[in-house]
């Protein structure tokens, strides 16, 4: 772990999901922390490609109710795809992409739940 101007960078793999919540609940309640760079990573159950957890996470997302206000778009094979556009007032933008195996969720939310919700 480490801080830069209150942002802290948590990196490191954790075995389960539960772990990387706690994690994450706990360090951003530290004095000082504005922020926090999650860069923890979840050792997989099962191996699974990019394509495969690629929708995985779009499935979940478009799950939770918190977001359903939000446009959600997923990077695949270099193409930004659309996977929920909202018109009347967004509450804000996700975007999803999978590199190696790495989930990277590009935020722009409204709300402190809606963030927790996508850090999930």
Do not use: F, W, Y
């Amino acid at each position: 772990m480490e801080s830069h101007d209150g942002v802290l960078t948590m990196e490191g793999d954790v075995e389960h999901i539960a772990a990387k919540k706690l994690g994450l609940e706990l360090a951003i309640v530290v004095g000082g922390v504005a922020g926090i760079a999650d860069r923890l990573h979840v050792v997989p159950a099962t191996h699974m490609g990019n394509g495969a957890i690629l929708d995985a996470v779009r499935n979940a997302l478009l799950q939770e109710p918190t977001l359903l206000n939000c446009s959600i778009h997923m990077l695949r094979k270099g193409r930004l795809e659309p996977v929920r556009q909202v018109a009347d007032e967004p509450r804000g933008v996700i975007r999803i992409s999978v590199t190696d195996g790495i989930v990277l969720l590009d935020d722009h939310v409204t709300g402190l739940t809606q963030k927790q919700r996508v850090r999930i």
